[in-house]
């Protein structure tokens, strides 16, 4: 059960080819590249890659637009050298997911060729029409303030065609069995060449009703038991995590009530508290948020992540949260985007400061679900504020000092290597923090070889301890009869805390700290008293009488930062 189950314990680390690694000097990461670097990142211990986009595209939306779901992008290399590069994960012990784009397609892909050919076009159904301009044309944009309509006028075709994002993005017409058919169909081809699994984008858009007649959009949740039925036909293990950005009330029409749909969903409601709780010093809305997606059937899990590759989308926060969340990481105008969200990597929208930054991704590996990293970021990469709309988070990964970063012996990259200022790649590259032992790069491969070694996170169930103190954030996790337990302090100042585990007899009375020798034993009344850091945080294994008798070389007398018994 547990090996099926293998994305309750992974860690995820997400990837652009066209912006990891270049090896043959045009400027653009391939698959050669990307294989190269296959032995940085198992030493670094990441046990997925998500890959995104890499198929044939115009790459009008960094390759979310696609023209051929059966190939892969000339500039990043042939199928060849991904079946070699899905070999090489395999020989390390790395999965592979990678994008499932289905929600539209490229307006230069085939199937909409045909489709604006002519009205009798076998193609014609697989998109969403319209004789004339609806009038809500102007609602549901994805991107407003770029984006003028969710409808457009196609001379060839003589009709309007409905696209949820950009205007050269057609949307699918998911309702239609021929595209669903075509859907299982790219899934089964991609899993024959050693993929583990998707990261479906866009799902609530994929699931909805679509039309010029339709009204109110209605969720198709039967679609996606189809989509794990035939995964599950095909390849036993193989997983979808979900993008849905949807309220609690909904995720578990989108897990199955039974576990049937999706396996996985990002964590949006979490994600958002999160970085309010970071700007507001406050976790009281953030317990809340945990405790609204704690509901959840035994096989599914959710995605925890900080930044990914769009913006940070604050639009599940109140009006005084999202104020509290720009004013503390996206002050200007510039930072912001589509009236709802940042568009900043995390190590500039933290300032820099290594505290707060260790502070976060401890949170993120520390809450309930699989933590997903953002490549770059586990050396602090920073962001280029002059490139338009969410580019800005996606330039070149800083290997070194060698120019370009070392992403590129030859042409000039897509997108530039940031080169300026405190986060350029002189300052920051991943051959100095290799050498460094007190880098943000090795800080990382310790943080997340001691996720791995606390199944309890992925597994068990979990337990907020209320304090009386709103930037005190405790976590116990519970799990076969063993527990740990998680104490973070989101205020700058040093916080002084008495708290009790809450586990019967014994257990609890020994906190064994699992970052350094830094113990706590709790007094006779079962509290245990720390200090706390500013931005500190404390990961223990819980123990009781029969762990002590275990764990002889233990030091009971250990005391906290503060001195105090503990």
């Not at 998500?50 to 696609?66: A, N, R, V």
């Not at 880098?439 to 992925?458: A, D, F, H, Q």
């Not at 005391?559 to 503990?566: D, E, F, I, M």
Request: hydrophobic share 35%; charged share 25%.
């Amino acid at each position: 059960m547990i090996d099926d189950l293998w994305y309750k314990n992974s860690i995820i680390y997400c990837l652009s080819v066209g912006s990891y690694m270049d090896a043959n000097g045009d400027g653009i990461g391939d698959f050669k590249g990307l294989l190269r670097r296959l032995d940085y990142l198992q030493g670094l211990g990441i046990t997925t890659i998500w890959l995104m986009p890499f198929q044939p595209s115009p790459c009008k939306d960094d390759g979310y637009d696609i023209s051929d779901y059966y190939g892969v992008d000339s500039r990043y290399g042939t199928l060849g050298d991904f079946v070699e590069f899905t070999h090489g994960c395999k020989q390390r012990g790395i999965r592979l997911i990678i994008d499932l784009v289905v929600n539209h397609t490229s307006n230069e892909h085939a199937w909409f060729k045909s489709a604006r050919s002519a009205k009798d076009s076998p193609y014609r159904d697989w998109y969403v029409w319209a004789d004339r301009k609806p009038a809500n044309a102007s609602k549901g944009m994805v991107f407003p303030g770029v984006q003028k309509s969710t409808w457009t006028h196609d001379k060839e075709a003589g009709a309007w065609y409905f696209h949820r994002f950009y205007d050269f993005q057609p949307d699918l017409n998911t309702s239609n069995p021929m595209v669903q058919a075509e859907i299982l169909k790219i899934m089964g081809f991609w899993i024959q060449l050693g993929v583990s699994g998707f990261r479906m984008d866009a799902v609530p858009f994929v699931i909805a009703t679509k039309g010029a007649k339709v009204k109110k959009s209605v969720e198709q949740y039967d679609m996606l038991r189809a989509f794990r039925e035939f995964l599950q036909w095909r390849e036993g293990d193989a997983i979808i995590l979900a993008e849905a950005n949807v309220l609690p009330k909904t995720d578990m029409e989108y897990f199955g009530r039974d576990g049937g749909r999706m396996h996985m969903m990002f964590n949006f409601q979490v994600n958002q508290h999160l970085f309010y709780a970071l700007a507001a010093a406050d976790v009281r809305p953030l317990a809340k948020a945990l405790a609204a997606t704690r509901p959840r059937p035994a096989s599914a899990q959710w995605g925890l992540f900080l930044r990914n590759h769009d913006e940070l989308d604050l639009g599940r926060l109140t009006k005084p949260q999202q104020k509290a969340v720009f004013d503390a990481f996206g002050p200007d105008k510039d930072m912001q985007l589509y009236d709802r969200g940042i568009r900043r990597r995390l190590a500039p929208m933290l300032g820099g400061d290594r505290r707060r930054l260790e502070l976060a991704y401890s949170l993120m590996f520390t809450l309930p679900g699989t933590p997903v990293i953002r490549y770059g970021d586990e050396i602090a990469m920073g962001d280029d504020l002059s490139l338009p709309e969410r580019n800005c988070a996606r330039t070149p990964m800083q290997w070194s000092t060698e120019p370009q970063g070392g992403f590129t012996k030859g042409g000039k990259p897509n997108l530039p290597v940031i080169d300026e200022g405190p986060y350029g790649y002189e300052h920051v590259n991943a051959a100095k923090q290799r050498r460094d032992a007190n880098s943000m790069l090795n800080w990382t491969e310790r943080i997340i070889r001691m996720r791995k070694e606390v199944p309890e996170v992925g597994w068990g169930d979990f337990k907020v301890i209320t304090t009386r103190d709103p930037a005190i954030l405790i976590v116990r996790y519970d799990w076969r009869n063993n527990s740990v337990l998680f104490v973070h302090n989101l205020n700058e100042q040093p916080r002084e805390i008495s708290f009790r585990v809450g586990l019967p007899g014994e257990a609890g009375k020994l906190l064994v700290n699992l970052l350094s020798e830094d113990h706590s034993r709790s007094n006779d009344g079962g509290h245990h008293r720390l200090l706390l850091e500013g931005y500190g945080y404390r990961w223990y294994r819980v123990g009781g009488l029969d762990y002590l008798l275990k764990r002889a070389d233990i030091d009971t007398n250990a005391t906290g930062k503060a001195g105090h018994p503990a």
